[in-house]
Each structure stands twice: as structure tokens, then as C-alpha cells.
């Protein structure tokens, strides 16, 4: 089906302002440009604090003052180089509201300036010391989720298979978990919108250090050991048909489900990468998000 009608308004607005395809520019001018296409949230969530988790800085968000909520670790999207907490305080609001969770979004470091692992030690330091000190933030450490989108996802994976700790469940909108890029959605979408192939290459070269190559399982989740696989929790990938990351999430979410994890992957006809971001504006990004909602009410009750 074509771009949903709400995605196409989207897609042309921006089109219309003629800006820079991101990597053209320096990562400094990409940030930037990505913070710039931050919508007004509305949304009002009953606490909104910033705080450290160890030397991590991260945005807490409460939907009620309950001392004992269902704690989900959000991490943003923006390919490993751009994104921040500010960048995805919408969906980090929606989600609090609608899944009645406390949401920790980690504002973990960027490429280039600090490549892998660098980002998923943050994420990983982030949510060892959120199980260890939960209850000082209003929450159970027996009951935490670990989310993301995108590069996000990515890093949620990785995160999920090295930190060591119990995790109830996996929420993923459009992971990456192939950094070498060549499955079928990747030339099928390669002009995006929004991600394009180049950005997505453009993306991997500033976050891989050299040394990685792209088929390490830590940066290429998709590929790792099937008893890595098979120890992580239930699992909620959700994908769009114009992703050049629609493939590999979708065969991540597979590969769980062979391997006995409960795993349920939904694609989202007619969306672009980057819808889940703006429930606000979209019909099929709330309907995602209260899906999502849905399922971290079930498994972390």
C-alpha cells in the first residue's frame, strides 16, 4: 500500500522545507537538524525529573507517584550519532501515560566522538545501576522492561544480552540488527523516506571503531549465538514497510520466536522509519505505542 495518508503529510512537509539530507553534514550539524524536527509535546505525565545513573544522565518519568511502579529503560534512536532524551520525550511521555510504567530514558554518549561499545557500556552501566537502585526512583527491580527504536533497539538487544540482570521484556520498533546491511528492505527503501540507505551507511561507519567489524554480534545482534538468543525475554518488535531496517527486525524477531522466545513481530503497512516517534500527529504510531503499552502491562504485572 502507499504511504498512509497522515505519513505522506508528513513526508511532503518536510520535503517543502528543503532541508539537508543528514549526512551531508558534519555530526554536530546532524544533531542539530534532528533536534530541529522536534515537535511541542503536550502531553503532561505526572513527574519529569533528570538524574544520573552512575555517570550516565537520564530523564525519569512517572505516571503517578505509586512508590512501587513497573520500570521501562527507554533507548532513543538517531543511528548511534544523533538523538538525545529530548529528541524522544514524546513517545517517552506516551509511553509512561498509556502502559502506567515508570520510563528511564538514558542519554548515553554519540559518535564518532565515542564509538562502540562506548554508547552500550553507557546503556549497559545505565541499567545495572537502575536494578540496583530502583526502589530510590519508585520502582520494582523485579519488574523492568528495556526498550528502544532504531539504533536504539539495537543497543536494547546488546544491552539485554551483556548487562546480566533479569529483564520481563523487549519492546523494539524497527531495530537495526544487521550492520551489514543487506537484506532485501534496505535497496527496496534505499531512498527512504527519511532513512535512506546513505544515511544508514553514513550511520555505521561513524559508530563502528576501526577495529569492528560489522558482523560482531554485539554490534549485529541479528547474528548472535543462538544461546544469547534464546536467554532473552518476551519480545515486541514492530516495523514499518518503508524502513530500510524492516527485514532485519523482522527476521530478529523470527529468529527469537525459533528459538522458543515469545516474541511477536507487527509491521505496520504504509509507515515510514521514525513513526513511532510521533503519536501525537500520527493514527498508527498511538495504535503502536498502546500495543506496546498493552504487552509491558501483561508481562511486567
Known sequence: MPLHPQSQSVVDAFVALGLPEMDTLSPDDARALMASRRLPVAEVVHEVRDLRT?????????????PNLPLLVYLHGGGWVCGSVQTHDEPCRYLANLSGCAVLSVDYRLAPEHKFPVPLDDCVTALRWVHE???EIGA???RIALGGDSAGG??????????????RFLLLAYPCTDLRLGSASVSENSV????TESLMRWFVAHYLDGATEPEDPLASPLLAPDELL???PPSLVLTAQYDVLRDEGEAFGHRLASLGVAST???FPGQYHGFFGSPSILDDALAAHRIAATMLGRHLA
Do not use: E, K, Q, W
Open 133 to 135: 537502585h530502583a526502589r
Open 154 to 167: 539495537n543497543l536494547a538487544i546488546s544491552a539485554a544480552m551483556t548487562a546480566g540482570i533479569p529483564l
Open 265 to 267: 513481530v507487527i509491521r
Open 230 to 232: 534464546a536467554a532473552l
Open 54 to 66: 552512575g555517570n550516565v544522565p537520564c530523564r525519569l518519568y512517572r505516571p503517578s507517584d505509586d
Open 192 to 195: 527512504g523516506p527519511f532513512l
Open 140 to 142: 520494582d527491580p523485579s
